[in-house]
């Protein structure tokens, strides 16, 4: 797959299509692949981990075009990135909203930093599965149907694979980051576990917390390989 001289990063080569809109009202936007769909990205389901859109961002707008190019959604939660909350415009973490066996009613909780305890309150929604973010990512997978979604996370620094794949594992080898099978918490309604009870593998990257241009330099050559499909 061609690659854009570094002049034009400024800018994606293509637009991309709406699948949906979010409770404000914003674009939910997916650049599309033009053949048969093998892998899904998408990034910031959790608004606050706006890294996550920068740097597949940055790997997207190298490509030339979108010709054998996995589908990419740089921000299923726009309404809390531009708010840089976790959760959407209705105090939901879309990541606790999906339609799972262990999704309950009452409040989730997370943590305001990585070294505080999880004690913010937020909202796993009105019912599974109630948000309109939620309802257009399930949507999008259901029309692609991609052989395995790669959710875009922070601050773990892992690669959460239940399944141990063969992209789980290379990865991990090439981010040096372990592989787990899971965060080690329960994470009711997330969608890695709606990914499990429907048969849709789901790999959950965790970028670590370090300095914003030594992530870019760390892992978007890593995005730009799954783009590319020439990840070791």
Request: hydrophobic content about 40%; proline content about 11%.
């Amino acid at each position: 797959m061609p690659l854009r001289p570094r002049t034009a990063w400024g800018t994606h080569a293509v637009p991309p299509t709406t699948y949906g809109r979010s409770v404000l009202g914003l674009p939910l936007e997916v650049w599309r692949p033009t053949d048969r769909c093998e892998l899904l990205i998408f990034a910031a389901i959790h608004g606050e981990e706006p890294e996550t859109t920068w740097a597949l961002s940055r790997a997207l707008r190298q490509l030339e075009g979108q010709a054998g190019q996995p589908p990419v959604v740089l921000a299923a939660n726009p309404d809390g990135l531009i708010r840089g909350t976790r959760a959407n415009a209705n105090g939901v973490d879309l990541n606790r909203n999906f339609p799972t066996s262990t999704w309950r009613a009452g409040p989730v909780t997370c943590r305001a930093t990585i070294d505080l305890p999880s004690d913010v309150q937020l909202s796993p929604g009105s019912a599974p599965g109630s948000e309109p973010e939620t309802q257009a990512l399930l949507a999008l997978i259901g029309e692609l149907k991609p052989d395995v979604v790669i959710a875009l996370h922070a601050p773990l620094a892992c690669i959460d694979d239940a399944n141990a794949s063969a992209l789980g594992q290379r990865l991990a080898a090439r981010t040096g980051m372990p592989l787990v099978r899971d965060v080690g918490y329960p994470t009711p309604g997330s969608f890695g576990t709606w990914g499990s009870e429907n048969g849709v593998p789901v790999i959950t990257y965790e970028y670590p917390v370090i300095a914003n241009e030594d992530l870019m330099a760390m892992h978007v050559p890593v995005l730009v390989e799954l783009l590319t499909g020439t990840l070791p």
